[in-house]
């Protein structure tokens, strides 16, 4: 079985002591692709560096909304389009979690790295917390070239059904293997099999039964698991059809 782990932070300091090793073993362990996915300036050139280390891992640039008080340039996000393994702005988006959120910079930086991603002919990665009417307006006011995925899905059948209308991907992590998965499970049911993806977003949202370790994407396989048995299909058969869709979206032959 070979897997497409499309969301991974690799750059994470829960890796430091490891990081090479891990990934050394990936091709090993039936991963096939993973893109790295930067969250600011700095992870969005560590995660270039990994990609130009492993020829199976892609880069992701991109300023997270949890990052924006580093008032950092997304200018200095498009020099570095240029390089040849870069296959998605994000991750981006908006995340309203917080009490102390500044919906309105979150916004100008979504919107300025959604335009971004138009510009370079690019698919954008989203993440979206508490935030999906906003997400999904924003959205719907800037239509992507390139489509993209909504990063771990979290939200109601109703949204994930807004989210397909406008060609999105949904992204499914680890959670969907917790007992109190009832939303997501719901939503996978009503999925059409060519926009599923998964991801691990690893180092975090590690599946049961690993829930609460450091998550990697050899874990991968209970969250194929999980969407096999809800779309009452074959592992083998999930895992095809979610690496031809990272493929498709992503560009990547």
Not at 175 to 189: D, G, M, R
Request: proline share 4%; hydrophobic share 35%.
């Amino acid at each position: 079985m070979d897997i497409f782990d499309t969301h991974a932070h690799y750059d994470d300091k829960a890796f430091d002591e490891d990081r090479y090793e891990l990934l050394d073993a990936m091709a090993k362990n039936d991963v096939k692709y993973i893109i790295n996915q930067g969250t600011d300036v700095e992870t969005s050139k560590f995660s270039i560096s990994l990609a130009e280390k492993y020829d199976y891992v892609y880069a992701a640039v991109g300023i997270h909304p949890e990052e924006i008080y580093k008032e950092e340039s997304v200018t200095e996000i498009k020099k570095l389009i240029p390089h040849e393994k870069i296959v998605a702005i994000g991750e981006i988006g908006l995340d309203y979690h917080y009490d102390n959120t500044n919906k309105e910079d979150q916004l100008k930086y979504f919107i300025d790295q959604l335009n971004l991603a138009n510009e370079v002919n690019l698919p954008v990665v989203v993440h979206s917390r508490d935030a999906q009417k906003d997400t999904l307006d924003t959205l719907k006011a800037i239509k992507i070239n390139n489509s993209g995925v909504i990063h771990c899905f979290s939200g109601s059948l109703e949204s994930a059904k807004e989210f397909l209308k406008l060609g999105y991907y949904l992204g499914f992590d680890g959670p969907i293997t917790f007992k109190n998965a009832k939303n997501a499970l719901e939503v996978l049911e009503y999925m059409p099999l060519d926009k599923i993806l998964i991801e691990t977003d690893a180092p975090y949202l590690t599946p049961t039964p690993f829930r609460g370790e450091r998550n990697n994407s050899m874990y991968l396989t209970y969250v194929i698991n999980k969407i096999a048995e809800i779309k009452k299909i074959l592992p083998e058969e999930v895992a095809n059809i979610t690496m031809n869709n990272a493929k498709t979206l992503f560009k990547i032959n």
